[in-house]
């Protein structure tokens, strides 16, 4: 079993950065995809970075490409998500979430294991 902390959410002004850690126990995620997802209020849950377990290539949505960047270090079992430029509709719960797939893919049903999420607000 996989238990995932996520932590480093908060409030910025537009234009500000945060980077989110989500902390693993439980056993190595060496084998599983990491990805990041949001719930904006009023909206549906979506995906938004991907780490692949098995090129460690990133994948992005494209409304953050070029301002969100997602890397994993297995040894710390740990996945950042690095987030600069924010913007408003940047503001959600971000959860982390671990999927026993070999590439990345933002179907929610994929993935066996959540995080409790943690809140990101952007002002404008």
């Known amino acids: 079993q996989v238990q995932l902390t996520e932590s480093g959410g908060g409030s910025v002004q537009a234009g500000g950065s945060l980077r989110l850690s989500c902390k693993a126990s439980g056993r190595d995620v060496v084998t599983y995809a990491l990805a990041w997802f949001r719930r904006a209020p009023g909206k549906e849950r979506e995906g938004v970075a991907c780490?692949?377990?098995?090129?460690?290539?990133?994948h992005y949505v494209e409304s953050v490409k070029g301002r969100f960047t997602i890397s994993r270090d297995d040894s710390r079992r740990t996945v950042f998500l690095q987030m600069n430029d924010l913007e408003p509709e940047d503001t959600g719960v971000y959860y982390c979430?671990?999927?026993?797939?070999?590439?990345?893919?933002?179907?929610?049903?994929?993935?066996?294991?959540w995080g409790q999420g943690t809140q990101v607000t952007v002002s404008p």
């Open positions: 979430a671990a999927a026993s797939i070999s590439v990345c893919d933002y179907s929610p049903g994929l993935y066996d294991h």
């Open positions: 780490s692949s377990n098995m090129d460690y290539s990133s």
